[in-house]
């Protein structure tokens, strides 16, 4: 399976691990037991700091800073 996670594109409105159930991605337990609908601050919050966002998650990747910089919703 190519990449680490599911194409962010559409992902406002959806539940953690939704967009990427069809495509086999695991998803922690830490990230799914937010219970988390995806909205524009939620999704900057996450990219901004996986570990704050989702305390335990397995995401290995320090965050973005400056988000807002790097994506466009």
Not at 17 to 30: I, L, M, N, T, V
Not at 44 to 49: S, T
């Amino acid at each position: 399976m190519a990449g680490t996670g599911p194409n962010l594109y559409g992902i406002v409105g959806k539940k953690v691990g939704q967009a990427g159930e069809k495509a086999g991605f695991a998803y922690s337990h830490a990230l799914l037991d937010t219970k988390v609908t995806w909205t524009e601050q939620e999704l900057a919050e996450f990219i901004k700091d996986p570990g704050r966002f989702a305390p335990g998650t397995t995401m290995a990747f320090s965050g973005i800073k400056d988000e807002r910089r790097s994506l466009s919703f």
